[in-house]
């Protein structure tokens, strides 16, 4: 019994606020080092189950189609399957050449793909959760920081389709609350009011509450609000 426990592979999955395990991989665009060729920028590193499957289809057709979008937010795209490089590009042609989904179609995947056969980066991620499939990695989204700490993940089932337009919302309300040291309430959309952190003070709870500042409003001592300009 104790041999056996030994002999098992154990794989921890990163946590956020960890600094991202560091990898080499082939991809469909070359190689890569990450983090060493993503240094100052943002990253999203996510996983699908096999290539030539419907629901990765549909989710890599939106990332594609939004990659210019998350530029803009400095961040940059990283897709991962346990297949061959010769699969991923077959499958991606033939995304661009035959397939339409919801109004998209001849949609060109520019962002890499990484070629994971042996399952190393996989594991390093704890993408491969055996319970759910031993040899497919299931539907994770790490989000990395310019410093390639671990700031976001997100675990779906495989068969269940991502939200891309809430990985969007989260980098840029991670983004903004780091720029303005400020917190995003439930449901924030861009442009919505945001939290300030509570007060580390009694006085500055008691200045807070009773400030004339138009800009700021109190729901209680602990719960403060700092308006957006529309």
């Keep these: 019994m104790e041999e056996n426990k030994s002999n098992q592979e154990v794989i921890r999955m990163p946590l956020i606020g960890d600094d991202a395990p560091a990898f080499r991989a082939k991809t469909t665009m070359g190689p890569i080092n990450f983090p060493e060729d993503y240094k100052g920028r943002w990253v999203i590193l996510f996983s699908h189950p096999a290539d030539f499957t419907p629901v990765c289809t549909t989710e890599f057709m939106t990332f594609a189609t939004m990659q210019e979008d ?61 319970n759910a499939s031993t040899t497919q990695a299931v539907r994770a989204v790490f989000i990395m920081d310019p410093q390639a700490k671990v700031r976001a993940i997100l675990y779906y089932p495989l068969s269940t389709g991502r939200n891309m337009d809430e990985i969007k919302r989260m980098i840029i309300a991670m983004q903004k609350a780091e720029e303005e040291q400020i917190a995003t309430p439930a449901n924030w959309q861009p442009g919505d009011d945001v939290i300030i952190p509570p007060p580390g003070s009694c006085g500055v709870a008691k200045d807070r509450v009773e400030s004339q500042d138009e800009d700021k409003y109190c729901l209680d001592w602990f719960m403060c609000f700092k308006k957006e300009k529309k």
Excluded: C
């Design 70 to 130: 998350f530029r803009r937010l400095n961040t940059e795209l990283i897709g991962l399957s346990i297949d061959s490089i010769y699969a991923h590009i077959a499958w991606l042609r033939t995304i661009k050449e035959k397939i339409e989904f919801a109004g998209m179609k001849n949609v060109e995947v520019n962002f890499p793909v990484i070629e994971d056969l042996k399952m190393d980066v996989s594991k390093k991620f704890g993408m491969v959760q055996p």
